[in-house]
């Protein structure tokens, strides 16, 4: 994933000063995104176990996302609620590092919380451009949105890592090293599938942004 997201942060950065709010929030999710893979890498090599960098990442990375979909979903209700959330989340996070799995282990409990969140986020803004009356007066399509597709990579990767955060605690767990193995590499050949998918969509969006007038 390290290389992929690298090529698609290029475009981005080059035209970053262009770029609407939210869309540079999906930019910022990239660049942690890509830290995040490099980062694991260098710190399980120096140091060894690298989980405390991996929920340290994931947290902000959700942090990040949470200002993107308050960006892009429309009603104040709503973003109450997402900010509501970051805090519960921030909380959980806290929680499950310190009493329940550690430091030192992958925190599937605060990771399946929040992707879930994340999940329901993406599902809410895809409501919200099927009823969207703007889209609809001026018969724009909502696949020529670049948030459709910000979003549609979003859930993709969010689905398929989903069922990692979900299985990854009980594969700690499991006695049987053939089947932990197994179970691990069908999760993360799935998981690398979805953030490729993602990648792919993001970069669609990118092309749907609209170029200023000069």
């Given at each position: ?18 770029l609407a709010?939210n869309?540079k ?45 308050a ?10 609620v ?12 806290v ?11 992958f ?15 993406g599902v ?23 948030n ?13 890592s ?11 767990r ?19 599938a ?6 792919i ?13 000069k």
């Amino acid at each position: 994933m390290l290389g992929i997201e690298f090529l698609v942060l290029i475009p981005f950065t080059l035209r970053f000063k262009s770029l609407a709010r939210n869309e540079k929030w999906i930019y910022y999710y990239l660049l942690v995104s890509f830290i995040f893979a490099g980062g694991s890498l260098i710190w399980s090599k120096v140091w060894g176990n690298n989980m405390i960098f991996v929920n340290t990442m994931t947290l902000l990375q959700f942090y990040i996302l949470s200002m993107f979909y308050a960006t892009v979903i429309k009603g104040l209700n709503i973003r109450k609620v997402v900010r509501m959330l970051t805090l519960i989340i921030s909380i959980v996070f806290v929680a499950d590092i310190m009493f329940v799995e550690g430091h030192k282990a992958f925190n599937s409990i605060f990771t399946s919380i929040r992707t879930l969140v994340l999940l329901v986020y993406g599902v809410i803004f895809f409501l919200q451009l099927q009823k969207d009356e703007e889209l609809i007066e001026n018969a724009v399509f909502i696949n020529t949105v670049p948030n459709f597709w910000f979003n549609a990579g979003l859930f993709v990767y969010l689905c398929c890592s989903f069922i990692l955060t979900l299985s990854y605690n009980l594969l700690q767990r499991t006695d049987d090293p053939a089947v932990r193995t197994m179970a691990k590499t069908l999760t993360m050949s799935l998981n690398y599938a979805g953030g490729v998918i993602e990648i792919i969509f993001f970069y669609i969006g990118f092309l749907k942004i609209k170029r200023p007038n000069k």
